[in-house]
């Protein structure tokens, strides 16, 4: 999915409502409030967007959530993103309902389908599509962004595809698509350490998971009310969980399934320029990006068989572009 908004906006803080026993406090809570950014033209797919925010750019290395649906494809028109390019970062895309395909410049041709992760490695550089199928009647689910540590910036592209097997208990099903939770390990590799899965609770179950305590956690709701850590987060929230925990108590409020994505990993130190579809560490990285993309250079190679053009590149801000990093931790 192609980033077409540079204005991120300030998080809601937890009320603190439900402290947990003196002798195990839950851990802070931030609640990172989504807005609305259409994607396309006059018949523009609207995502809600939860990261980067201005006051949280990371949440371990992820750093960009949008989330989507459920859309009529017949009135919005589904998902047509024309060939265009990345540096520095992973692509996780994640469905719901749908199905998209995918198209990059390694040649990879692949349908992103419920339950089904899609991890694309931009590294030095890669271009890819994405085109929902005419099957899709309803398009729902997240495209997420994992930033690229410095040792691996200009790594290799590289695409992956996975089905992980569903973890099921009385209270809830969970997918683990990277990392490791509730037993089950993804064996898709990382280059930070990273947590992603799919939990889908049952009409006012609680589930108590085990996590690090090294790592920062983001819980976005897909549907229904949840309570993360004593905090509730309504539909499209995400919740931003501090490090420290070793626990994780989840709590459906709601009188039927509800479903949310979690997120994890260690506090990505490094800081980052993100403008549009790359990412670096300075000015001059984005520029020549830029630059390689619009002359259409061999660093993105060339996506095959998608129909029409390629996004042409936004022009740079008229300032210099600066790094951003999370505040500091308390």
């Known amino acids: 999915?192609?980033?077409?908004?540079?204005?991120?906006?300030?998080?809601?803080?937890?009320?603190?409502e439900a402290p947990g026993p003196p002798s195990a406090p839950?851990?802070?809570?931030?609640?990172?409030?989504?807005?609305?950014?259409?994607?396309?033209?006059?018949?523009?797919?609207?995502?809600?967007?939860?990261?980067?925010?201005?006051?949280?750019?990371?949440?371990?290395?992820?750093?960009?959530?949008?989330?989507?649906?459920?859309?009529?494809?017949?009135?919005?028109?589904?998902?047509?993103?024309?060939?265009h390019p990345h540096t520095g970062l992973q692509t996780v895309s994640w469905l719901f309902s749908g199905e998209i395909e995918h198209r990059d410049?390694?040649?990879?041709?692949?349908?992103?389908?419920?339950?089904?992760?899609?991890?694309?490695?931009?590294?030095?550089?890669i271009a890819h599509s994405e085109v929902s199928t005419p099957r899709t009647t309803v398009l729902h689910g997240v495209q997420l962004w994992v930033a690229l540590p410095e040792a691996h910036r200009h790594t290799r592209r590289d695409f992956r595809h996975h089905v992980p097997e569903p973890v099921r208990t009385d209270a809830a099903e969970i997918r683990v698509f990277l990392g490791t939770l509730a037993g089950s390990?993804?064996?898709?590799?990382?280059?930070?350490?990273?947590?992603?899965?799919?939990?889908?609770?049952?009409?006012?179950?609680?589930?108590?998971l085990a996590v690090d305590p090294e790592f920062e956690h983001g819980l976005l709701v897909d549907r229904g009310?949840?309570?993360?850590?004593?905090?509730?987060?309504?539909?499209?929230?995400?919740?931003?969980?501090h490090p420290g925990a070793a626990a994780l108590t989840l709590r459906n409020e709601s009188d039927g399934p509800a479903r949310a994505v979690l997120l994890g990993g260690t506090p990505f130190e490094e800081e980052i320029v993100m403008w549009w579809n790359?990412?670096?560490?300075?000015?001059?990285?984005?520029?020549?990006?830029?630059?390689?993309?619009?002359?259409?250079?061999?660093?993105?190679?060339?996506?095959?068989?998608?129909?029409?053009?390629?996004?042409?590149?936004?022009?740079?801000?008229?300032?210099?572009?600066?790094?951003?990093?999370?505040p500091p931790r308390a």
């Open 26 to 83: 839950e851990p802070r809570v931030d609640v990172l409030t989504p807005r609305d950014v259409p994607l396309g033209g006059p018949r523009a797919m609207t995502v809600r967007r939860t990261l980067p925010q201005r006051a949280r750019t990371l949440i371990g290395a992820w750093c960009f959530a949008d989330h989507y649906g459920p859309d009529d494809v017949a009135d919005t028109g589904g998902m047509v993103v024309a060939p």
């Open 185 to 208: 390990t993804s064996p898709v590799p990382a280059f930070t350490p990273l947590l992603g899965a799919e939990i889908v609770l049952a009409p006012h179950a609680a589930l108590t």
């Open 105 to 125: 410049s390694l040649g990879s041709h692949a349908l992103v389908r419920p339950g089904e992760l899609n991890l694309m490695t931009g590294g030095h550089g």
């Open 1 to 16: 999915m192609s980033n077409v908004e540079t204005d991120p906006v300030a998080p809601r803080r937890a009320t603190g």
């Open 225 to 241: 009310r949840v309570r993360v850590a004593g905090t509730a987060l309504d539909a499209a929230e995400l919740g931003y969980v």
């Open 278 to 326: 790359f990412i670096g560490r300075s000015h001059d990285d984005i520029a020549r990006a830029r630059e390689d993309w619009q002359n259409a250079s061999d660093r993105f190679g060339a996506v095959q068989d998608h129909p029409g053009g390629r996004l042409p590149a936004p022009a740079l801000p008229h300032a210099t572009l600066t790094p951003r990093r999370n």
